[in-house]
């Protein structure tokens, strides 16, 4: 990801409101969650609500779909990890070192399922 694409990624959490719709909206994968539902449960106006969406969505971290009459929005973690990818990837000048305590925090916090061959 280019710089001035990782600069609109984090430009648009920066901000109280979309830090929490972009929280909800991960929490809510793999289905995603409708806009209203979203506006609903941030106590936001759907008016105020779809623009902090729209925000979300030209950086890249969001995408949607229309399910009927809802617009269902989903995370985009293709983006995010570029965006972070793009601030570690000349991580602490060749010390990894110094980098694993932050890389560890990163770890996925759900790690993937074993298939059990029963």
């Known amino acids: 990801m280019e710089k ?16 929490d ?22 106590d936001v106006p759907q ?19 229309r399910q009927s009459r809802s ?12 965006a972070i990818n793009y601030l570690l990837k000349d991580c602490c000048a060749g010390h990894p070192d110094i980098c694993a305590p932050l890389l560890a925090d990163i770890v996925p916090c759900c790690p993937p399922k074993e298939i059990s061959n029963a």
């Open 71 to 82: 617009i269902i929005y989903r995370a985009n973690f293709e983006n995010l990890r570029e």
């Open 21 to 42: 719709a972009f929280k909800l909206i991960v929490m809510h994968e793999p289905d995603g969650i409708a806009a209203g539902e979203v506006s609903r449960i941030l």
């Open 4 to 19: 001035e694409r990782t600069i609109e990624a984090f430009s648009a959490i920066a901000q109280s409101t979309r830090m």
């Open 47 to 65: 008016n105020t609500m779809s623009t902090h969406l729209a925000i979300l969505t030209r950086a890249g971290l969001i995408s949607s779909v």
